[in-house]
Structure formats: C-alpha cells, structure tokens
Nanobody
Framework: QVQLVESGGGLVQAGGSLRLSCAAS????????VAWFRQGPGKEREFVVS??????RYADSVKGRFTISRDNAKNTVYLQMNSLQPEDTAVYYC?????????????????WGQGTQVTVSS
C-alpha cells in the first residue's frame, strides 16, 4: 500500500509560480508511474503530466510551463508550475501505480492523494 500526500498549493497571481510536492510513504515507489491530475470547479478530473520508465508526458495545456521531476531518494515527485494562469485553478491530485505506464486515464493509477488547492488570480 502506498500513501500519497500533496503539498505546495496556494494562491498566486497570474504569471507566478508554484511547486507542488507529492510525498509517498508505505512503500518505495521509485518504479511506479506517477501522474498529476487536476479538477477545476464544475469540471472533470483531467490529466496534467506523468513520469514513468517511458519518460514524461504533458497535457498540451501545460507544455512549456510545467515540469515534473522525481527524487527517488526522498520518495517524492515534484511539479514545478510556471507562468500560471487563472485557468490553471484547480485541486491538483498526485496519483501513482505500480503497473501504470504514464498514461492519461485516471483508471490507470491505483493510489491517490487527497489533493492540494491551487488558485491563480487574474
């Protein structure tokens, strides 16, 4: 079993930056695929970015602005978000799966964090 805890969300002005962290406990998840999803008000949960043995994968809406990285020694995955826009406002969720391959479907990931709120003001 893997427990995921996100942190780093907050309120930022448009054009600003935030770095989210996803810390795992319960098991070393260096070999797991890890993804970030987000869910805005009244919207479905959508894929943002993933990292796996296949590499990284980004949603078109965040390419060039967001960067995912991982520190396996700390059992932590990071999401650096730059040039934030109001449309990035959402609850951001970290997800992981031992058998995931970094895809875009929520069904691929067995473990989820509780989410962290990101609010971007205009």
């Amino acid at each position: 079993q893997v427990q995921l805890v996100e942190s780093g969300g907050g309120l930022v002005q448009a054009g600003g930056s935030l770095r989210l962290s996803c810390a795992a406990s319960g098991r070393t998840f260096g070999n797991y695929a890890v993804a970030w999803f987000r869910q805005g008000p009244g919207k479905e949960r959508e894929f943002v970015v993933s990292i796996s043995w296949r590499g990284t994968r980004y949603a078109d809406s965040v390419k060039g602005r967001f960067t995912i990285s991982r520190d396996n020694a700390k059992n932590t995955v990071y999401l650096q978000m730059n040039s934030l826009q109001p449309e990035d406002t959402a609850v951001y969720y970290c997800a992981a799966g031992a058998f995931a391959i970094g895809g875009t479907s929520v069904n691929e990931y067995a473990y989820w964090g509780q989410g962290t709120q990101v609010t971007v003001s205009s």
